[in-house]
């Protein structure tokens, strides 16, 4: 079946510019996470949603950040006013119920995301 | 705040070589691990995850050993072959969902 999905690819964007990501994750699962993975550097949690409820966005680096999921399967973030320390990969990944447990997290590709 | 340490950062092998990566948590109250292959442009590709109560997983040539009271994971691949070449991710959960991942191991198998 279909894994975890993210468009675009690559963004290149000119510092202050609005930007939008998207992920789909694998159908049917409950939980979504957005990660930030800046070059050479693991990645690092920004936001989980439980279906359309973001139950923790206490990773996210500002307010210019912000992370929505309305319907419970599509996930948008969005970056306002963007700046050259926000360039990095951006991460989605999936898990089938509520993110406890032993199930494990499935990433999609990222956005690789360029700030100039 | 958990810390996850990964040494080394790289490793370059022949073919054939047995691969050993280690891994390096300050915060032994974890709920599991899990070693994670990225390759580039690609995603996370979950390769084996190790429960807080278990010492080893095994998965064909690969082999990874948890030691959750002295804060260690050891990722052993027998055998390496080209296609091994990626960057290998740990990870730590805590009692909740959020992932702490190193840094990563960078391997390059040359044929």
């Known amino acids: 079946g279909a894994g975890v999905s993210q468009s675009p690819r690559y963004k290149v964007a000119k510092r202050g510019q609005d930007v939008a990501l998207r992920c789909d994750p694998i159908?049917?699962?409950?939980?979504l996470f957005w990660y930030q993975q800046a070059l050479g550097q693991g990645p690092e949690f920004l936001t989980y949603f439980q279906n359309e409820a973001q139950l923790d966005k206490s990773g996210l680096p500002s307010d210019r950040f912000f992370a929505e999921r309305p319907e419970g399967s599509v996930s948008t973030l969005k970056i306002q006013r963007t700046q050259q320390e926000d360039s990095a990969v951006y991460l989605c990944a999936s898990s089938r119920t509520s993110g406890g447990g032993i199930e494990t997290q499935y990433f999609g590709p990222g956005t690789r995301l360029l700030v100039l | 705040k958990q810390e996850v340490t990964q040494i080394p950062a790289a490793l370059s092998v022949p073919e054939g070589e047995n691969l050993v990566l280690n891994c390096s948590f300050t915060d032994s109250a974890i709920y599991n691990l899990q070693w994670f292959r990225q390759d580039p442009g690609k995603g996370l590709t979950s390769l084996l995850l190790i429960q807080s109560s278990q010492r080893e997983q095994t998965s064909g040539r690969l082999n990874a050993s948890l030691d959750k009271s002295s804060g260690r994971s050891t990722l052993y691949i027998a055998a390496s072959q080209p296609g091994d070449s990626a960057t290998y991710l740990c990870?730590?959960?805590?009692?909740?969902?959020?992932?702490?991942f190193g840094a990563g191991t960078t391997v390059t198998v040359r044929a």
């Open positions: 990870a730590v959960r805590p009692r909740d969902y959020k992932l702490s």
């Open positions: 159908s049917g699962h409950v939980s």
